[in-house]
């Protein structure tokens, strides 16, 4: 709930930030980040670290497909509410070059119009949060999925921004958030970054434990002997930084959501939800 926020970390704005947060000295001696031995983070530290600079690429070529097929139908206009000056010889305010020309239609108001987006940038924040039985498949499936919308948004002319935040409880009112821009609406689109970000295990357990591990010692302390803490791992807008505007904040991932349970359902329901907000053509 807002207001249950007991410790924020500094908000990351890009991945190298994020990444030298992670590689950075722990706080505490025995993070997960850094020192678990078992297969559950998805990969080891080292390979964690090397996903983290040169992306998982050996997923691209079964995303291509799905990109593909999202390419057609990716909105090429997304539309928005703006305000537009219209004249005529009635309104609220006076036109004075118009008047003083004798222009007739001097008289200016703003009137709402649904107006093209195309060019917007469209912001995305993903909490990185799961409980510890979620299985590998479902990150993966949720993960291909947003990574394949992403670039069909961008296909239609858009730019995309993702956030990743993993914010937790630690108790029933203490929830402790961190927040990192992963992927910046002003850079090219690294596919490999987005996939390791959105699809791989060890983006939470590997790196994102890592950056906790490094925080402040008794933020980093609780964060451990809590496991991580539990859910809900829903992020909330106001944990991203101030001037970011319009986020849409996806629901974090439960293992019990039957959409994640494959590929193909995964894809139907990012489609359907991305379609409801005017991003995808419905047909």
Same mark, same amino acid.
């Given at each position: 709930?807002p ?6 970390l500094d908000p990351?704005?890009?991945?190298q ?5 992670a590689?950075a ?5 025995d993070?997960?980040?850094r020192?678990?031995?078992?297969a559950?983070?998805g ?8 996903l983290?600079?040169d992306g ?6 079964g995303v291509?497909a799905?990109?593909a097929e ?13 305000l537009?000056p ?13 008047y003083?020309s ?6 200016v108001?703003?009137?709402p119009?649904?107006?093209s ?17 979620t299985?590998h498949s ?11 919308l992403? %670039?069909?948004?961008?296909?239609a ?5 993702v ?6 409880y630690?108790?029933?009112t203490?929830?402790f ?8 609406a ?5 596919m ?10 060890a983006?939470?357990r590997r ?6 591990d ?9 964060m ?7 859910a %809900?791992y ?10 970011v505007?319009d986020p849409?904040?996806l629901?974090?991932l439960s293992?019990?959501?039957p ?6 359902a ?5 489609r359907e939800?991305f379609?409801s907000?005017?991003?995808l053509?419905?047909s």
């Open positions: 709930m207001g249950d926020t007991a410790h924020a990351m704005w890009s991945w930030e994020f990444v030298d947060r590689r000295p722990d706080s505490i001696p993070g997960s980040g020192h678990d031995e078992g559950w983070s990969a080891s530290w080292e390979e964690a670290l090397r983290a600079e998982w690429t050996t997923v691209l070529p291509d799905e990109v999202l390419r057609e139908r990716a909105a090429a206009d997304v539309l928005t509410t703006a537009a219209t004249w005529d010889v009635t309104g609220s305010e006076v036109d004075v070059g118009a003083l004798g222009e007739p239609e001097c008289m108001d703003a009137v119009q649904r107006m987006a195309r060019g917007r940038v469209v912001t995305f924040l993903v909490p990185a949060g799961y409980v510890n039985t299985p479902a990150v993966r499936h949720r993960g291909v999925a947003l990574a394949a992403c %670039s069909s948004i961008i296909s002319g858009h730019s995309v921004e956030w990743s935040g993993f914010c937790s630690v108790s029933v203490e929830r958030a961190g927040v990192a821009r992963v992927v910046s002003a850079e090219p689109l690294d490999g970054r987005l996939m390791f970000v959105m699809a791989h295990p983006m939470l790196l994102w434990f890592a950056v906790w490094g925080g402040p010692r008794r933020a980093a302390r609780r451990c002997d809590e496991n991580y803490g539990h %809900s829903a992020c909330l807008p106001e944990d991203l930084p101030e001037g505007e849409y904040v629901p974090y293992p019990a959501d959409q994640w349970a494959t590929a193909d995964a894809l139907g329901w990012c939800t379609t907000l005017g991003l053509r419905s």
